[in-house]
T-cell receptor, first 112, second 115 residues
Framework: GEDVEQSLFLSVREGDSSVINCTYT??????LYWYKQEPGAGLQLLTY?????DMKQDQRLTVLLNKKDKHLSLRIADTQTGDSAIYFC????????????FGSGTRLSIRP | NAGVTQTPKFQVLKTGQSMTLQCAQD?????MSWYRQDPGMGLRLIHY???????DQGEVPNGYNVSRSTTEDFPLRLLSAAPSQTSVYFC??????????????FGPGTRLTVL
């Protein structure tokens, strides 16, 4: 069945770039998403990419999509302490009536 | 606070009929959008609006019209329904910035069948 996989932890130094990777299995997904969850808060949609795109940039965020390898990545440039959070990769749609598959989340920690 | 509401929940049309899907939100969100969801295709953006009086096309706008006369309402019109428009339609809203920068709140969906 459909699956989305991510590494569980990532630690980077403040000011460096963070790259969070994700692999997915459903090649029919039209949307691939990155969500951010800060401590005690719900999921916030960070960015998304259409499956017919291979790159999307939004300020410090760069999303790269390799459809052949079913690999999605999120790069955060100049990582700040405020970027500490859990980042979820997801594929498919997102609402209670549509199917969305989330990865387990990558916990990003920032070292001073 | 009702969030995002959509009516009707279900609708069956004949080819060539017209109808309007209603969407309303009471969160004072500037950004509203319409998606359609088809099996195996996730959500596709039809039209969106960044504020009252401003609308723009999304990924699949053909066959649909929208207007945004108030902040609260964002109706989607099908002028001449076609079987290819059989789908589940979701309305969403967010405070600002559109889907790439802000959390969207989704309505419960309208399931439309065109015969």
């Amino acid at each position: 069945g459909e699956d989305v996989e991510q590494s569980l932890f990532l630690s980077v130094r403040e000011g460096d770039s963070s790259v969070i990777n994700c692999t997915y299995t459903d090649s029919s997904s039209t949307y691939l998403y990155w969500y951010k969850q800060e401590p005690g808060a719900g999921l916030q949609l960070l960015t998304y990419i259409f499956s017919n795109m291979d790159m999307k940039q939004d300020q410090r965020l760069t999303v790269l999509l390799n459809k052949k390898d079913k690999h999605l990545s999120l790069r955060i440039a100049d990582t700040q302490t405020g970027d500490s959070a859990i980042y979820f990769c997801a594929e498919g749609g997102y609402s209670s009536a549509s199917k969305i598959i989330f990865g387990s989340g990558t916990r990003l920690s920032i070292r001073p | 606070n009702a969030g995002v509401t959509q009516t009707p929940k279900f609708q069956v049309l004949k080819t060539g009929q017209s109808m309007t899907l209603q969407c309303a939100q009471d969160m004072n969100h500037e950004y509203m959008s319409w998606y359609r969801q088809d099996p195996g295709m996730g959500l596709r953006l039809i039209h969106y609006s960044v504020g009252a009086g401003i609308t723009d096309q999304g990924e699949v706008p053909n066959g649909y019209n929208v207007s945004r006369s108030t902040t609260e309402d964002f109706p989607l019109r099908l002028l001449s329904a076609a079987p290819s428009q059989t789908s589940v339609y979701f309305c969403a809203s967010s405070y600002s910035g559109g889907p790439s920068t802000d959390t969207q709140y989704f309505g419960p969906g309208t399931r439309l069948t065109v015969l």
